[in-house]
């Protein structure tokens, strides 16, 4: 139901603004009609409001002076403070906006005031709000920079202006003057300030590095700012990453400059290594020639110091050069086929001797399931040997030398094979034990030490069983001797292939099941002809003395089962081998063993005596198996003799008219290598000074083998070796190389040669590399 009266519909609507309402009488002041919300507001009943003065609401001083103002004809105002007096005491301050009405029967004053608390409230909370959104701005760490979506700039703060260094009177200034500095600071005047587009509104987040001139690098960020779907603008952070890219730079720059030097140190190593050992190459290969001429015994001490002074000194700069290879890693391990007895049995040739000279003692042995045809770097293995019996040499007065070998582990792949050299030497205090295996250190660290050497040895073995995939140890005590071991994990040969057979070795099956005895005090000697005879499929028994051997001897003649041979030391304790083979004379009984004299390497055994002692034969320990086979055929004498024969002629066919071109340009190693040649028989050798001269020569003559050394003027080996297969030529060039690195002989390999020799050239390795590449005389391999 709407009501009739439009009065009260007025006074209904009036009731319902949020805005007190009031109608003042203009002369007296006096309230004359006011709305619902001023009883609501003020707590004052609305009969108490009607009629009341104005100025009784109206309390703040202000009002008093306006009110006068009113009386006297004034007054319209709009939006100005003012404070109401509530009905309980208190005050409300308000806004309000007074109106004067004139007509004829009327004059008053319409009052509308507003509650100011409620905006009073909303502008602090939106203050505050500002405020916290300033203060998080600048506690951001990174430079943050926002523009509109015209690219002006619209805030930014103070670590963004910090970052750009940012005067304070451009600061002050306009958009256009702060990005005119920006663009100022740039590195590249050509790139733009805020990335390509800052205005793009595709959305995507960018980033650029950007890079001042004063060296600073940022990284910047920006993302486009959206409100309610409309984009205003882009929010840039920019981050200092300066120290992270010095950091960077100076790290890539460290790296290169590494680089260089190891390069550098390597190739001065190629070089130090060419520049010595080609006058080597002379020290010592002259030297060996002067030794072959006619000299006198004095001559001959000297031009032996000579000799013994070089390869002393090359041994000395082999260890460095290997010492500075490994240092840069620059040594590699070869990986070919080799057969552990033949290595052992030729190493035994030279320190058998070696300790022969000092009245020692040199044996060696190996368990029976140690594998022998093993495929790895047999020089490497060969070289930690020569240091570990050398130093076990150099540091023994009296006694043995012995080495052992054994298997740790084998698989069908490979073998950990376990390497003791042990001495009755001087031995090494206990608090020096672990510092000998560093480089340059030695147990005995006086001025005035006893023995020589450059503490490299241990060094560079420890390092090569590292790189074997083995370890490297010691056990010694100080007057007792010491017992240096090493590991080393070598790969096994197929089982496919064959070892080849060592001359008349393929006669052994017919002689296999005689019985043999072994007497021998030495554990190394008694194991190894122990095991080589067993792989032999003969009937080994071993005794360590004469005493012991008389009564097995005596033992298996009684049940009919005598030995056919006894190997017998010629040095044992108590009764000595001699002794025993006159004892076996005197019993014309055990006549069917035959007797061999083992004697110390380099002592000659005197033919007559042996006979009459009644010993058919001589061997010299550490036994080899070669010689062994030659003693076994004759003492069964089914020698056919043809094998060997064989063998020994495997030389004598080379073919002595073979042209051969040495394409050198040191005059002493022209010397040296002609003479080693024409020592082989090998007397048609012409020389060329560089590679070009000896393309000419090659061209016009028919050789049949080229050495070329690798370093000359004009053109090297390799470009010289690269044309001659390039037109065609394949006759075997053999480089002559006095740079020992890996990569040197792959260089060789690669530039198209077919082997190499390293300098000083030495006279069995040329001899060995002959018989490999110069083809066979006409005829000649029958003979
Ligand atoms: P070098 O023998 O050239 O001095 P090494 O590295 O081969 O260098 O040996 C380092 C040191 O270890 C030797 O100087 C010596 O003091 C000690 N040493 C090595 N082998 C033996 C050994 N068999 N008996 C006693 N001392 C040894």
Known sequence: MIPTDANKLTSLLLDQSSEMLLAVDAATLAIVAANQRVSDMLGYAHSDLIGRPITELECALADVFYWEEVRAGGGEVEDVEGLYACADGSTLPVMKTVRRVVCEDCDVLLLRVRDERSLKRAETNLAELAAQLRATLESIWEGILVTDAEGRIVNMNRRFSAMWEIPGDILVQDSDAVMAWLSSQLADPESAVLGANPAAEDGSDQFDLVELRNGRVFEQRSRLQTMRDQVIGRVYSFHDITERIVSEREATLARERAEVANRAKSEFLAMMSHEIRTPMNGVIGVTQLLLDTELDAEQREFAETIRSSGDALLTIINDILDFSKIEAH????????????????????????????????YAWSLSPETPALLRGDPGRLRQILTNLVGN????????????????????????????????????????????????????????????????????????????????????????????????????????????????????????????????????????????????????????????????????????????????????????????????????????????????????????????????????????????????????????????????????????????????????????????????????????????????????????????????????????????????????????????????????????????????????????????????????????
């Open 330 to 361: 620059k040594l590699t391990l070869e990986k070919i086929d080799f057969n552990l007895m033949t290595l052992m049995e030729s190493f035994a040739d030279l320190y058998a001797l070696r300790a022969a000279e000092k009245q020692l003692d």
């Open 392 to 783: 076990a040499i150099k540091f023994t007065a009296r006694g043995e030398i012995g080495v052992a070998i054994e298997v740790r582990s084998t698989t069908d792949h490979d073998a950990e094979l376990y390497f003791a050299v042990s001495d009755t030497g001087i031995g090494i205090p206990a608090d020096r034990l672990e510092a000998i295996f560093l480089p340059f250190e030695q147990a005995d660290r006086s001025m005035t030490r006893k023995y020589g050497g450059t503490g490299l040895g241990l060094a560079i073995s420890a390092q090569l069983a590292e790189m074997m995939g083995g370890e490297i140890g010691v056990e010694s005590r100080e007057g007792y001797g010491s017992t240096f071991w090493f590991t080393a994990r070598l790969e096994r040969q197929p089982a496919a292939a064959r070892n080849a057979l060592l001359p008349g070795e393929e006669q052994m099956p017919r002689l296999a099941g005689n019985r043999i005895l072994v007497v021998d005090d030495n554990d190394h000697n008694r194991r190894l002809l122990h095991d080589i005879l067993s792989r032999w499929s003969f009937q080994v028994v071993s005794a360590a003395d004469a005493e012991t051997a008389m009564h097995v001897i005596e033992a298996a003649a009684r049940v009919g089962r005598p030995f056919q041979l006894a190997l017998v030391d010629a040095r044992l304790p108590g009764m000595d081998g001699e002794a025993l083979g006159r004892w076996l004379r005197d019993h014309p009984k055990l006549a069917e063993t035959r007797l061999v004299l083992m004697t110390r390497v380099g002592q000659r055994a005197d033919a007559r005596r042996l006979a009459e002692n009644g010993f058919a034969g001589h061997l010299s320990k550490p036994v080899k198996r070669a010689l062994l086979i030659d003693c076994l055929l004759r003492v069964f004498k089914k020698e056919t003799g043809a094998a060997r024969a064989e063998s020994r002629s495997a030389g004598s066919v080379r073919n002595r008219t073979a042209r051969i071109l040495l394409a050198e340009d040191n005059k002493i190693n022209q010397v040296v290598a002609i003479a080693m040649l024409k020592k082989l028989g090998l007397a048609n050798v012409d020389i060329a000074q560089d590679g070009q001269e000896a393309l000419a020569m090659a061209a016009n003559v028919p050789y049949d083998l080229i050495l070329m050394d690798c370093l000359m003027p004009n053109m090297d080996g390799y470009q010289a070796t690269h044309e001659l297969r390039r037109r065609g030529v394949n006759l075997p060039i053999l480089a002559i190389t006095a740079n020992a690195m890996a990569e040197d002989v792959d260089r060789c390999l690669a530039a198209g040669m077919n082997d190499y020799l390293a300098k000083p050239i030495n006279y069995e390795l040329l001899t060995a590399a002959m018989d490999k590449w110069l083809p066979p005389a006409e005829g000649g391999a029958s003979g």
